[in-house]
Nanobody, 125 residues
Framework: QVQLVESGGGLVQAGGSLRLSCAASGRTFSRHTMAWFRQAPGKEREFVAAISWAGGRADHADSVKGRFTITRDNAKNTVYLQINSLKPEDTAVYYC??????????????????WGQGTQVTVSI
C-alpha cells in the first residue's frame, strides 16, 4: 500500500511558477512509476506527466511540454512537478498517482493504483 500526499499548490499570477511535491509513504517508492494528473471543474481528469520507477523515462502531455517538468528523488520518496509559465487554463486540482511496482509509464488513469487527495492550483490573469 502506498499513501500519497501532495503539496505546493496555490494561487499564482499568469506567467508565474510553482513546484508541486508528492510525498509517498512506505519502503517501495522506488519500485513505482509516478505521475501527475489534473482535473479542472466540469472536465475529466487528464494526464500531465509521468516518470518511470527507475527515473529513466519521463513523459509529458503535449499541452505542458516545455513548461512542466516531472522529476523524482527516490531517497526522499518524493516526486515533483515544476510548473513554469503558468496559464489560466492550467487552473485545476493536481493529483499525484502511483502504479503497482515495476509498471511502465502510462497516460491512462486506469494504470495507476494509488492516488493522492490533490492540491489546488489557481492561475489568475
Amino acid at each position: 500500500q502506498v499513501q500519497l500526499v501532495e503539496s505546493g499548490g496555490g494561487l499564482v499570477q499568469a506567467g508565474g511558477s510553482l513546484r508541486l511535491s508528492c510525498a509517498a509513504s512506505g519502503r517501495t517508492f522506488s519500485r513505482h512509476t509516478m505521475a501527475w494528473f489534473r482535473q479542472a471543474p466540469g472536465k475529466e481528469r487528464e494526464f500531465v506527466a509521468a516518470i518511470s520507477w527507475a527515473g529513466g523515462r519521463a513523459d509529458h502531455a503535449d499541452s505542458v511540454k516545455g513548461r512542466f517538468t516531472i522529476t523524482r528523488d527516490n531517497a526522499k520518496n518524493t516526486v515533483y512537478l515544476q510548473i513554469n509559465s503558468l496559464k489560466p487554463e492550467d487552473t485545476a486540482v493536481y493529483y499525484c498517482a502511483a502504479t503497482t511496482p515495476y509498471s511502465a509509464t502510462s497516460a491512462y488513469t486506469r494504470a495507476y493504483a494509488y492516488w493522492g487527495q490533490g492540491t489546488q492550483v489557481t492561475v489568475s490573469i
